[in-house]
Every structure is written in C-alpha cells, then in structure tokens.
C-alpha cells in the first residue's frame, strides 16, 4: 500500500479522509459527523377510502447542516486555530465563516472533494479528565450553508470549479 492512500478494501475507512482550511489539513481529528435533514410533509385528502394515508409527500427545506467535530488539542495549534479563526475565545469573536474541504481519497489513487460553505462555529469546548489517557479533546460543532462536490481539481484546493445546476 503506498503512503496516502486507503487500504484496497470495499469499505471506506478513515485512512481515506482528509480535512481542510484554507488549503492546511486541520490534524488530529479524531471525529467527524456532518449531518442534514429535512422535513418531508405528507400530503392526505379528505373523504376517501385512502382517509388517513398520506397520497404523496412534500419535501420541505435542508436543515440541521451542522458538522460535528472532535480533535486532540495541541499546544502549537489549538482547533479554532487550526480552522483559520485566530483567538477564539469567545464564540463571538469569529467575524468572517470559512470553508472545509473534506477530500477522500479511492483505492485507485483519484481525489473525491466535497466543500462545506460558510462555516460558523456554534459551539466550542474541551473535555479534560485526568481518569483516563489524559489527552484533552476538543469538541464543537460547525454549522454550514452549503455542501458541494467539486470538480474538476487541477493541483491545491483553491482551483476547483463548482458544477453547474440545470
């Protein structure tokens, strides 16, 4: 197996992922969960012999598009740092959102790259214990605006261009 790529398996496995800001892999990340959702709304009729069963469902808006994230903390680059927002000490001190790259690589050597935009943190904390390995982990959780597949990466994760929706 050559260095930077996935064991030739049919499951995935974390080996493959890499995580990004502004261009820098974050590190040490040691859980990642985006997740979305939606609502989907069934739609009933009245006075039917099908009274009471949904005829059709409505999808609704994405919600919930939030990134769940654990890392080991550093002392050479905490995680807020590591995500491009120097001195966070409070939440509210992140003026600008950012972009995450999450970039996976195959078993034949090709890059898949999806981009999380507008990223905000919501919440920032670490838990320290001193009753087991002693490693202080940080969590947070990021909300984002958009995911999207990028294509057509030439070299760094600045040139990629987004696809076209018909």
Known sequence: MAYGYPPSTLTKTSHALTIKVNGEAIGLINGWNPTQS????????????NSGNPVEYMPGNATGLTISISRYDMYTKRMEEAFGTKDLVMLTRQSEPFDVHEVWKTVDG?????????????????????????????????????????????????????????
């Open 38 to 49: 939606r609502t989907v709304t069934g739609i009933y009729e009245i006075g039917t012999d």
């Open 110 to 166: 090709k890059d898949e790259r999806f981009i999380y935009t507008g990223c905000w943190f919501t919440s920032l904390g670490r838990t320290i214990r001193s009753d087991d390995n002693r490693i202080i982990n940080v969590n947070a959780t990021l909300v984002y605006t958009k995911k999207i597949k990028a294509t057509g990466i030439v070299g760094g994760v600045a040139s990629f261009s987004l696809p076209t929706i018909a």
